[in-house]
């Protein structure tokens, strides 16, 4: 018999396979929360440096960057876990699950890893 999916498109039918709209549906939802998460990390982080000569100058999927001067350092690394730590509570509530990152400080960005 045919279905949608041999037909062609069929608006509101994503696969004929269940277990292909289970994996698509947890990604969403994974993929959305994550999102959610790196928007307040970096609207922390902003209001944090403020008062700092650091700049965000990048930012794309799980990766941030800041320039600041040598003896900002450790600010901006501090305000970053901090900013971290309130986009967790503030995403996802009080939870034991924890969402570990690391930090560089480098003198060139390529030498970020």
């Known amino acids: ?7 062609g498109w069929v608006p509101g039918y ?14 969403f939802v994974v993929q959305g929360s994550a999102a959610d998460w790196a928007l ?15 700049e965000l100058v990048f930012f794309q999927h799980d990766e ?12 901006v690394v501090a305000a970053i876990r901090e900013a971290a730590e309130l986009a967790g509570r503030l995403t996802f509530g009080q939870t034991p699950v924890r969402f570990p990152f690391t930090t560089a400080v480098v003198r060139c960005y390529a030498d970020a890893k």
């Not at 941030?64 to 900002?72: D, S, Y």
């Open 14 to 27: 994503a696969s004929s396979d269940s277990r292909a709209r289970g994996r698509f549906a947890r990604n």
């Open 40 to 54: 307040l990390m970096l609207a922390a982080l902003r209001r944090t440096c403020s008062g700092l000569a650091a």
């Open 1 to 7: 018999a045919d279905t949608p999916a041999d037909q």
């Open 64 to 75: 941030v960057m800041v320039h600041c001067p040598a003896e900002e350092a450790d600010t």
